[in-house]
């Protein structure tokens, strides 16, 4: 089984700041890594993914995200924020396999605020 | 393209009574997933669809039922409703098959069990 750590729940943040959400994971097979964004009273968004290649991945919205085979974590940075990046952010798993059923397995959230 | 749709966006409910939550898509997308998402819990698998007819449990599926009739539609059955299952439910879709599909969301159904 997966599991994911997201080990800070909320992370107010001043704008224009660079902000680091942190993510790892747990599993005894080979996975592939997301990150999710929730905007207040909306469904989530993919921001971006990690499947093959290399390790540093760049999503929507000026994400990018690091993956560190070593560390088992999957960090989603952004150099300057903005208040519309205010939200929660989701990481999740999915264990890599041929069949086309498995699941993604989701973090706690982390809820970013930026402050004026 | 309307995406991924739930219907209702709220509910309350007293515990006992049943309701039917509905998703929609209209991606034609063969997988169909209901979440449920709590805070401090992130979203959790209630129940998964890989295509129409066919249904299967997921992390946490006691309480509820779900029915896949037509590819476009994917509904969630609560029989007998309990504060437990107070939360916020997620309907997602995504192609098939082996390769990495993205998993659309819809918006959301905010259920309260009194």
């Known amino acids: 089984a997966q599991s994911v750590t997201q080990l800070d729940s909320q992370v107010p943040v001043f704008e224009e700041a660079p902000v680091e959400l942190r993510c790892n994971y747990s599993s005894s097979v080979s996975v592939y890594l997301f990150w999710y964004v929730q905007y207040p009273n909306q469904g989530l968004q993919l921001l971006l993914k990690y499947l093959s290649g290399s390790t540093l991945v760049k999503g929507i919205n000026g994400f990018e995200a690091e993956f560190n085979k070593s560390q088992t974590s999957f960090h989603l940075r952004k150099p300057s924020v903005h208040i519309s990046d205010t939200a929660e952010y989701f990481c999740?798993?999915?264990?890599?396999?041929?069949?086309?059923?498995?699941?993604?397995?989701f973090g706690t959230g982390t809820r970013l605020t930026i402050i004026p | 393209n309307a995406g991924v749709t739930q219907t209702p966006k709220f509910r309350v409910l007293k515990t006992g009574q049943s309701m039917t939550l509905l998703c929609a898509q209209d991606m034609n997308h063969e997988y169909m997933y209901w979440y449920r998402q709590d805070p401090g819990m992130g979203l959790r698998l209630i129940h998964y669809s890989v295509g129409e007819g066919t249904t299967a449990k997921g992390e946490v599926p006691d309480g509820y039922n779900v029915s896949r009739l037509k590819k476009q539609n994917f509904l969630l059955g609560l029989e007998s409703a309990a504060p437990s299952q107070t939360s916020v439910y997620f309907c997602?879709?995504?192609?098939?098959?082996?390769?990495?599909?993205?998993?659309?969301f819809g918006p959301g159904t905010r259920l309260t069990v009194t």
């Open positions: 997602a879709s995504s192609y098939g098959g082996p390769s990495i599909y993205e998993q659309y």
């Open positions: 999740a798993v999915r264990r890599i396999s041929n069949f086309g059923n498995e699941k993604l397995t």
